[in-house]
């Protein structure tokens, strides 16, 4: 049975098996802030999903990651869909995310009703990525 909870202290070494990129800092402004969840299958974290406020006032995903043992089976589509539902009764009205145009996301966003609106390109030595592409949907 899947569950779908607010990120909480007790996750940390959780969080940090798929997430490396928040600082030690973020995660406690994550967890008090309220803006991350993680997925439990049958009590066991699975995945999780974070989340900012992009111009203070539309929530952006900024991080969806399922475990590799999980993955294609749904559970990134209800997370994603479980947070668009918490943004929606908040009242936000839209939602963005982001990923790169190497990457597969972009078609699981797709399939899910995002729509592309836009990206950058970042190439300042020791930071070069792929260009990082945002999708936006209406909740």
């Known amino acids: ?7 909480q202290m007790e996750d940390k070494e959780f969080w940090y098996s798929l997430d490396r990129h928040l600082s030690e800092e973020e995660f406690q402004n994550k ?26 006032n539309i929530p952006f995903c900024t991080m969806l990651i399922i475990d590799q043992n ?19 009764l908040k009242g936000y009205g839209m939602v963005l995310t ?6 597969d996301g972009q ?14 390109v970042v190439d300042i030595p020791g930071y070069e990525q792929p260009m990082e592409m945002f999708m936006s949907k209406k909740i």
């Open 70 to 88: 999980y993955r294609n089976k749904g559970y990134g589509k209800k997370l994603v869909e479980f947070w668009e539902n918490d943004m929606k």
């Open 107 to 120: 078609n699981f966003y797709r399939k899910l009703g995002y729509k592309d609106c836009g990206g950058f």
């Open 31 to 56: 967890i008090q802030n309220k803006r991350g969840y993680i997925l439990l299958e049958n009590g066991t974290p699975i995945g999780l999903l974070r989340y900012n406020l992009f111009w203070d």
């Open 98 to 103: 982001s990923t790169q145009v190497d990457e």
């Open 1 to 7: 049975m899947s569950e779908i909870r607010h990120m």
